[in-house]
Structures are given as structure tokens and as C-alpha cells.
């Protein structure tokens, strides 16, 4: 991978960056800290979205941060700035010196142990994340007319629309800290996104969809985004109410990673040292059916989620997180770590690149396969809310989706609450599709769970 550069967009080269660490370690030192590590970044980015066919908005976005952690002891400071100026580096981590002397100790502080961090090579590691994309404002502004225009060729019921979005972004770093550790690299986010909006009146339904990669051109078409928008948004016409009922219920697969992302919170280092989990001291106890894994690979090319070292400069490594249902390790960051008197897994700044897969599942279980493997009961496609109550467990969700009878989908329903508790949720999986769908770091099929309440007319 080349050094960010001018020519790639951005205003910083590495060098600078790398001055500018150094400069500010050293400034560290000189006020007496006996520990520090900083972070000093940029990124830049162009939107554009229409509606109507109609230029609707351009943002350019322009943003750059250093940020400094001074320790003295175990008592710690911190403090950033936009301006890297030489007075304003200086005076950004006389600040974070300043709050670190008046800050009470905490024997959990500290800069991560230096056998923990990332080697020279380990940091260096290329996982191919930067594909910078020279789109201008209007070559994004027709790429979106064309997603709308796909939208709306469809059908004659769509009627409307909520937009269509182009965006591209890209951003570099270099950290590093007085323990050795140095590393950076420039990363890229491009999307496309639809949506329309299908019916009249009191019937009106709108969906959405969209494309997101490191590499603009692994995107979908955006014609082929458009469509399928609009056909997800169709499908949720003439939507009704279900009587309350207890059901099997089948979340597609983009929903389906929310369950993987609960388990992350329950088993995550400050959830657990605070006891605000319903998962505290679950390692090595059984949190899934004994036919389901979960695996991690930070290092998995072009990932969303990978990384060669988390945000404290520890190495990242790849793991099984859950075998045949039993946990087999937390997310903890260096600082939660020795809360709970355990060692950091690497996940200063979350989980990399999880899949939860089943050994029950066979390449052709398909959706349609989900659906006559669900039988009779709901089809979630869409959740709203955030009623997930982390210490308990409790889990309550507005939803939207479809009636499935004799393993087909009847009618759409929404207005709808669906109800459980996650502990037994997750436990009560019962099959894990094939049609794999990843959503940010996580990938996942179409997830079976045996029963939840359902709360409707």
C-alpha cells in the first residue's frame, strides 16, 4: 500500500504525521510523563444525494485530529486539537498533563503492557483497505439519479421517494506511544443507497437498500440497488396487524447480525466489569446451541472490520469466539482487561470482522429453505428501537416483516412487537441460513429462533 499522499486527496503525508507523533511524545516527556501515546489523523470525504432526480445535497467533509493520553502513574490525562501547529500541539498535551496531575489514580491505567503490542512487521501488515475513488460531484449525482431512476422503472406504485446517496470517503492515521509501539494506515468507505417509497395514502410503505465496500468498484450497480429497493419496498404493501401470539421467528440476515451484536456488548470488558451484562462469568459456559460457532479474522483482506492492531497499538489475532456454543473468550481492551484481572484480547475499539455460522447449515439452505424450515410464524426484515435491556437480557423491538404459513410468506405485517430475552434467545437458535449477508464487521445468515412473543392487534 502506498503512503497517503497529496495526490490521494489528503493535505498530510505520512512523514508529517509521523513528525508530528514524535513531536508530541517528546513534548510528553519533557513535562514529566511517565507515559504517553497519541493518535493523529485526517479524513476526507464528498456526499451526494438527489431526490426526484433533483440535486438535493453535496457535502465535502474535511476533518483531522491529534489526540494525546499523558499518564503520571496511574493517574491519567487527555486531551485533541484540530490545529498542528507547533504552540498547539504543545498546548494540547500541556492540557492533557494538566488533567492527568488533578485526576485521582486508577490501578487499571495505563498504556498497554509492551509485550502486548504490535512488532514493527505486525503493524505494517497489509490488509488492502484504501481504494481511494476519484468521483466528482456529478459523475455521484448521476450515479444516484440512476439508483432512483431504477426505483421508480419498477412499478407504477412507486411513488415517491426518500433520495438516493453516493458517498465516498477515506481517512489516514499514524499512533504510537512511548512504550515503542508505532502504526498507522489509510482506509476507504464508498456506498451507494436507494429509497423509495411504494402506495398512496395510508397504505404508503418505504424501504431501502444499499451497497458498501472499500473498493468502489466492487459496488453493486446502482440500477440493481434501485431495483431491489423498490421491490422490498412493494413487498410490504397492504401491510396488517397479527394477534398476539407466541411463534418461531426467522430475522432476515440484515437484521440478524443484531443478535451477533448483543452477544459482542454482553461479553465486552467494560459491560462485564461493570456487571451491567447478562453474559458476566459466562467463559467457558454455553451461550449458543452446541451447532453454532462464532469466528474472528481481523486480518481478512479488504474487511470491514479488519485491522492489524487495535486502537491502543495491541496486536490483533484471529480466534474462535464461540465453539459448539461454549465461550471460549471476551472483547476486552487492555484497561477492562485488568479490571477483570485478565489479559487484553485486542479490541481497544470492538470486534473485527466476526461470522456466526451453524454446522447444521447446508449450501442450499437458501431463504426460501429459512422460510419451510420456519413453517408457520414471522419473517422479521426490519426492527426499530432499541429496547435491549443489557443487564437483564430483556428484549422488546418494534418490527416489520411477513406472515409465513406452510413455509411461504402470506401477507406483510407491520405494527408489530416482538419480545423475548436475549439469553435465551441466542440459546434458542435453531438453524443458520446460507445466505450470508455482512453488515458492517459481521456476517451472517438468515437466523431461526425457536419462539418469541409477539405483541399485536
Given amino acids: 500500500m502506498s503512503s497517503p499522499s497529496a495526490a490521494q486527496g489528503f493535505a498530510f503525508s505520512r512523514e508529517q504525521f509521523q513528525q508530528i507523533l514524535e513531536d508530541t511524545l517528546s513534548q510528553a516527556r519533557r513535562l514529566g510523563a511517565s507515559d504517553a501515546g497519541a493518535e493523529v489523523s485526517e479524513g476526507v470525504g464528498l456526499s451526494v444525494s438527489v431526490r426526484m432526480g433533483e440535486l438535493e445535497n453535496v457535502e465535502r467533509n474535511r476533518d483531522k485530529s491529534l489526540g494525546v493520553s499523558v499518564y503520571l502513574g496511574q493517574r491519567r490525562g487527555n486531551a485533541s486539537t484540530s490545529d498542528f501547529s507547533a504552540a498547539a500541539i504543545a498546548r494540547t498535551v500541556q492540557a492533557a498533563y494538566d488533567i492527568a496531575r488533578f485526576t485521582a489514580e486508577d490501578p487499571a491505567a495505563g498504556l498497554p503492557d509492551a509485550a502486548d503490542l504490535a512488532t514493527p512487521d505486525e503493524a505494517a501488515r497489509d490488509l488492502d483497505l484504501f481504494h481511494p475513488w476519484a468521483v466528482d460531484a456529478e459523475q455521484a449525482a448521476e450515479l444516484a439519479r440512476r439508483a432512483e431512476a431504477a426505483s421508480f422503472a ?149 474487511g470491514k472490520g479488519s485491522a492489524p492492531f487495535d486502537d491502543e497499538g495491541v496486536r490483533t489475532r484471529a480466534r474462535t469466539v464461540v465453539e459448539a456454543g461454549v465461550l471460549q473468550g471476551y472483547f476486552l481492551s487492555s484497561y477492562s482487561a485488568r479490571k477483570l484481572g485478565m489479559k487484553t484480547t485486542g479490541h481497544a475499539g470492538g470486534s473485527q470482522n466476526l461470522s456466526l455460522t451453524s454446522r447444521l447449515t447446508r449450501p442450499g439452505d437458501d431463504l426460501d429453505a429459512m422460510l419451510r424450515k420456519l413453517g408457520r410464524g414471522l419473517f422479521v426484515t426490519e426492527l426499530m428501537g432499541q429496547g435491549v435491556n443489557y443487564v437483564t437480557g430483556d428484549y422488546s423491538r418494534g418490527a416489520a416483516g411477513f406472515w409465513v404459513e406452510g413455509g411461504r410468506i402470506a401477507y406483510p405485517v407491520h405494527e408489530i412487537t416482538i419480545a423475548g430475552n436475549m439469553k435465551d434467545m441466542l440459546k434458542g437458535i435453531v438453524a443458520v441460513g446460507a445466505d450470508v449477508y455482512v453488515q458492517g464487521n459481521k456476517s451472517v445468515g438468515s437466523i431461526l429462533l425457536d419462539r418469541l412473543k409477539l405483541a399485536g392487534a
Avoid at 412499478?155 to 499514524?174: C, K, L, M, P, Y
Avoid at 509501539?181 to 410503505?205: E, L, N, T, W
Avoid at 451491567?276 to 451447532?291: E, M
Fill in 154 to 302: 419498477v412499478d407504477r406504485r412507486i411513488t415517491n421517494s426518500e433520495g438516493a446517496a453516493v458517498s465516498a470517503q477515506q481517512s489516514h492515521f499514524w499512533a504510537g506511544n512511548t512504550r515503542g509501539f508505532r502504526g498507522g494506515y489509510a482506509a476507504s468507505r464508498h456506498y451507494v443507497s436507494a429509497s423509495p417509497i411504494a402506495g398512496k395514502g395510508r397504505d404508503m410503505q418505504r424501504d431501502a437498500w444499499y451497497t458498501s465496500m472499500r473498493d468502489a468498484a466492487e459496488l453493486a450497480a446502482p440500477e440493481a440497488v434501485g431495483r431491489y429497493a423498490a421491490e422490498r419496498a412493494l413487498s410490504r404493501l397492504k401491510s396488517r396487524r397479527v394477534p398476539t401470539a407466541v411463534v418461531p421467528v426467522l430475522f432476515e440476515s440484515t437484521v440478524a447480525a443484531g443478535l451477533l451484536g448483543a452477544l459482542v456488548q454482553a461479553t465486552s470488558g467494560g459491560a462485564l466489569y461493570r456487571k451491567a451484562s447478562f453474559l458476566v462469568d459466562s467463559l467457558g459456559q454455553p451461550v449458543l446451541p452446541a451447532h453454532v460457532d462464532v469466528h474472528e479474522d481481523p486480518h481478512q483482506p479488504k
